[in-house]
């Protein structure tokens, strides 16, 4: 944690206070342990919210100049009084060990690391830190007084996080005198300063919104230039008189048809301008827009539609072959086709029906982790502060076009439709049959003059490929958005090779958080490791906490939170999950805050780094183990364009890391294992690669991990058949 890492080591000393030594000395004598095990289970519990691990380890010196024990120690959740015991138990088979092999020692305790990070000094003199240590924590006497001194690494932390960890350490030794007996889990170590820092300095900047809805804003823009373009689609064009008139029409016709205040209204059309219309439609009747996609199979789209308890249907023929099947288990289930809308001849002026900043907007449903979708239901307030984030951050104005490439049923879908039209931009709908053809697709690109793209990463490193053997200028495009799953450090490093002044942005959030809360605006490859998610967008709070809620350490890894206007209001119609994911936060009153499964850290220039997702942490061999980590490893390797990493099964049920990686050619296996062992530990190096020419992917263009777990476990049986016939 620094921000200048400069080679050196620098000391911190914080003096116990007398009060406090004299109640951990009683206590100590209490529990019948050594003053040490008392510090040295504040120790453990500090590198416990460090790491965020319950399991930790340590190194521990038994006397000054001497080489440190290998100390495991657990945090599991317990009292503090049996951490102490676990603690005191620990440090007395280290003394009863401190003449025993180290090496023999590790090995005992499973410890296959190299050195320690930190280590553990119950007394001074301990010499100059190890080559691998970053971390050295003293127990020294001077005047009477006990004083915990830390020798540290500059290139590693910096002065300010050296004294946050004094700190941490003198707030465990507080929390165990004050209630042995309280559950230590429970515990913050973290100072009111750090709190305020996390909760209000960390979040995104203030800015005030309109106090209108997006409709509203739209229609304000076609007033003020009725004749400009305002969507493109193929050779249609519609102009901002057009689009809205469209819309009116459209929104009166659901309105005749009973229509009433956050009524559903699903929109099953292709991506069109019709599609455009509908979805504006909806927002002005006051209703809540849920995107379909007409090729869905018919029982997802029944699903769906029975979830969000919808009762009018918008679509079009040639959309309705999956729909009619639908609509068969759905009798009450109303649908207007868009063309007898318009036939209707509604008004074509603005409706005026009144829309709350809280009313509901949209449904997106997404896919759950048991199988059964989830329909998250987002407000206006949070769409419209999503809407300005992209409008401020990709600098989205007058005449600028935005290009709409992602599947309806996406939901950024919703912000490349809508954005340009609250600030008299275009957007321009690329037709699917263009994006499935990428030199098409970079064609349309120029020839429409797009400013503004979102891509996913698999999509883009297509692009990027066809850009590099065909080099071409892109005179209009300014910014490329990148989202829906990790940027990888390889693909920003080509992009900026080969587009050095377009800016690549790291786009983060969910579905159930108005799309994204966080932006990383690059103009060029960041220093980092892996490539930030960037600081929190206008008006949104993000956290990265433990289990309880409570912020961790800053720069520890947590579970990234979120609070604030851009929590939706939770999945529609599913309390047991809505309860589970949605909750009020603890810091701010009156908040929502919503809980996902991913996991970061803050770094020292606040921003959010990425971490994984906890479904995506595994163990092998007994190592906890991040996928993404070993991932980027993977595209580090010359030659290696895409690659993911999943987890197989042998029939003794052990677990072993199979990778699929994209290249020209195949890579020698050899060469793979070499390359990842050079930056990770060897229980991380994936134990078969497979070459592919192509990934598969999902329906939103993610690599589809359960397919790639299936084809390792065919590959693993037909190599295991093949061998057993030799």
Not at 71 to 86: D, G, H, K, M, V
Request: some cysteine; charged content about 25%.
């Amino acid at each position: 944690w620094t921000l200048d890492p400069v080679a050196g080591v620098a000391e911190h000393e914080a003096t116990i206070p007398e009060d406090l030594a004299a109640a951990l000395r009683e206590l100590a004598n209490e529990q019948m342990v050594s003053l040490t095990s008392v510090l040295l289970a504040a120790h453990a519990k500090v590198l416990a919210a460090l790491c965020g691990e319950r399991e930790v380890a340590t190194g521990y010196l038994t006397a000054p100049g001497g080489r440190p024990l290998p100390c495991r120690l657990s945090t599991e959740p317990a009292s503090w009084r049996a951490l102490l015991r676990n603690t005191g138990r620990v440090e007395s088979q280290l003394r009863a060990h401190q003449d025993y092999p180290v090496e023999d020692l590790k090995s005992e305790l499973g410890l296959t690391e190299p050195s320690f990070e930190t280590v553990f000094a119950p007394t001074a003199g301990g010499g100059d830190l190890a080559e691998d240590t970053v971390l050295r924590v003293e127990v020294t006497q001077r005047g009477g007084q006990t004083v915990l001194r830390l020798r540290y690494r500059t290139e590693v932390l910096d002065a300010q996080c050296a004294a946050r960890i004094a700190d941490y350490h003198l707030a465990a030794l507080a929390s165990i005198t004050a209630d042995p007996d309280a559950e230590h889990e429970q515990v913050s170590l973290l100072s009111s300063a750090e709190l305020r820092i996390q909760i209000e300095e960390l979040a995104g900047p203030r800015r005030a919104l309109p106090q209108r809805r997006l409709h509203e804003l739209f229609e304000q823009r076609a007033r003020v230039q009725p004749d400009a373009v305002a969507a493109v689609h193929g050779a249609r064009r519609w102009s901002y008189r057009e689009l809205n008139t469209r819309a009116n029409q459209l929104g009166r016709a659901l309105l005749a048809r009973g229509l009433r205040r956050e009524g559903v209204v699903a929109v099953v059309t292709e991506r069109n301008l019709d599609w455009m219309a509908a979805a504006l439609a909806v927002f002005k009747a006051g209703g809540v827009y849920l995107p379909i996609e007409p090729h869905f199979p018919s029982e997802r789209i029944a699903t769906t539609l029975r979830r969000a308890r919808c009762g009018l249907v918008l679509t079009e023929p040639g959309s309705t072959g999956s729909l009619d099947e639908a609509l068969k288990s759905l009798p009450a289930v109303e649908r207007l086709f868009v063309g007898e809308a318009y036939a209707e001849e509604h008004g074509d002026g603005d409706l005026g029906v009144a829309v709350g900043e809280d009313q509901l907007a949209y449904i997106y449903f997404t896919s759950g982790s048991t199988g059964e979708p989830k329909g998250a239901m987002c407000e206006h307030a949070g769409l419209l502060n999503h809407l300005y984030a992209k409008i401020d951050d990709l600098r989205i104005g007058e005449g600028q076009v935005v290009a709409q490439t992602a599947p309806q049923c996406f939901d950024i879908s919703l912000w490349q439709l809508v954005s340009a039209l609250l600030v008299g931009g275009r957007t321009l709908l690329i037709e699917q049959e263009v994006i499935l053809d990428v030199a098409r697709f970079a064609d349309k690109i120029v020839e429409g003059r797009v400013g503004v793209l979102q891509l996913v990463p698999s999509y883009l490193e297509a692009v990027l490929s066809y850009l590099e053997q065909h080099p071409r200028q892109l005179p209009d495009l300014r910014y490329v958005s990148v989202t829906g799953e990790a940027l990888k450090k390889g693909l920003a490093q080509r992009w900026f090779a080969a587009e050095p002044g377009i800016k690549l942005v790291n786009a983060y959030g969910l579905t159930e958080t108005s799309d994204d809360t966080n932006h990383e605006v690059m103009d060029r490859v960041p220093d980092t490791d892996r490539i930030p998610l960037g600081p929190p967008v206008n008006n949104v709070h993000v956290y990265v906490v433990d289990e309880n809620l409570s912020p961790v350490p800053l720069g520890a890894p947590g579970m990234i939170v979120f609070s604030g206007i851009c929590v939706g209001r939770g999945y529609v119609n599913d309390p047991e999950r809505t309860a589970q994911a949605y909750l009020a936060d603890p810091h701010r009153k009156g908040q929502r805050l919503y809980r996902g499964g991913d996991y970061g850290r803050w770094l020292p220039d606040g921003k959010l780094e990425f971490l994984g997702r906890r479904d995506n942490q595994v163990k092998i061999s007994g190592f906890r183990i991040e996928i993404g980590e070993i991932e980027n490893a993977l595209l580090r390797v010359p030659g290696v364009r895409d690659g993911a990493v999943v987890v197989a099964e042998r029939a003794d049920q052990s677990k072993y890391l199979v990778a699929f990686y994209r290249a020209r050619r195949p890579l020698e296996a050899d060469v793979l294992h070499g390359r990842l062992g050079e930056s990770l530990p060897e229980y991380m190096v994936p134990t078969v690669f497979h070459w592919r020419d192509a990934l598969p992917l999902t329906a939103n263009s993610k690599i589809d991990t359960k397919t790639l777990a299936a084809l390792a476990a065919e590959l693993d049986r037909k190599s295991t058949r093949l061998n057993s016939s030799h």
